[in-house]
């Protein structure tokens, strides 16, 4: 079953400080974008990526495309200001196909297998989204008082990839710009049609490279799968 990704990578890695867009810093001497680029690249399902990224830094990604061998960008269209514009702004340029990834450049660790089960659910469903079950006990406090222990069977802390048949994301968005609804991800947009989103169990290593310490934890993760 193929797709096509949209990688949104125009943010500015602010809780990262690190000074330039956070996607450029190396993890064991490649960066965080060229590893997640590779697995898209490599996955025989993948048909095209899409990245959405800052104007001034369209050019020197570009050079590192060529520079790591990455053939499936079909185009880098503008970022926006909110990480859903920028998806947005891949939309926009996409052809119809089957099934849109909408996946974290952030996120470098998403593993093929986990890719192909979220395909596979939103072909049969229309809307699957990655997510981990919550580990921690979890409690909602207000003003510094625990008000609630939330049951923590229900609870799921969801990544990306978000996977979606291609006309169900194109009418969500459609209705998110038309009445200025801004969601923390792209399930939200879908969620507010009224549509089932189906969970696809994914793997505690898909951390999103974030703050600082993440880049220890991704370090050791590429550590670890080269033994
Ligand atoms: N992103 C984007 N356009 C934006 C904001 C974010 O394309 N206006 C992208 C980031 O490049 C990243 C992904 O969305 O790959 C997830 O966002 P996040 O982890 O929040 O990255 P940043 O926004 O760069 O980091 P921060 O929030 O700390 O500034
Ligand atoms: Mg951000």
Redesign the pocket.
């Known amino acids: 079953m193929q797709y096509e990704v949209v990688l949104?990578?125009?943010?500015?890695?602010?809780?990262?400080g690190a000074g330039q867009?956070?996607?450029f810093l190396n993890l064991l001497e490649k960066p965080i974008l060229v590893h997640t680029l590779e697995v898209f690249e490599q996955d025989s399902q993948c048909t095209g990526i899409w990245l959405?990224v800052k104007p001034e830094e369209r050019v020197f990604i570009q050079d590192m495309l060529e520079r790591y061998g990455i053939t499936k960008v079909k185009g880098l269209p503008d970022?926006?200001?909110?990480?859903q514009?920028?998806v947005h702004s891949c939309m926009k340029e996409m052809k119809q196909v089957d099934i849109v990834l909408v996946h974290?450049?952030?996120r470098p660790f998403i593993t093929h297998d986990i890719i192909a089960n979220l395909v596979r659910s939103a072909h049969d469903f229309g809307a699957a989204i990655a997510g981990v079950r919550a580990k921690d006990t979890m409690k909602k406090v207000r003003d510094g008082v625990i008000e609630e222990t939330i049951d923590r069977e229900s609870l799921w802390m969801i990544q990306t990839p978000q996977a979606f048949q291609f006309d169900l994301i194109v009418e969500a968005e459609d209705v998110a710009e038309k009445v200025g609804f801004l969601g923390t991800d792209e399930a939200m947009l879908v969620e507010r049609l009224g549509h089932e989103v189906h969970i696809v169990e994914s793997s505690y290593e898909n951390v999103?490279m974030?703050t600082q310490e993440d880049l220890v934890f991704g370090e050791a993760i590429l550590r670890k799968r080269a033994l």
């Open positions: 949104p990578a125009a943010g500015s890695g602010k809780r990262m867009n956070k996607l959405a970022g926006g200001a909110e990480r514009h920028s974290d450049a952030a999103k974030t």
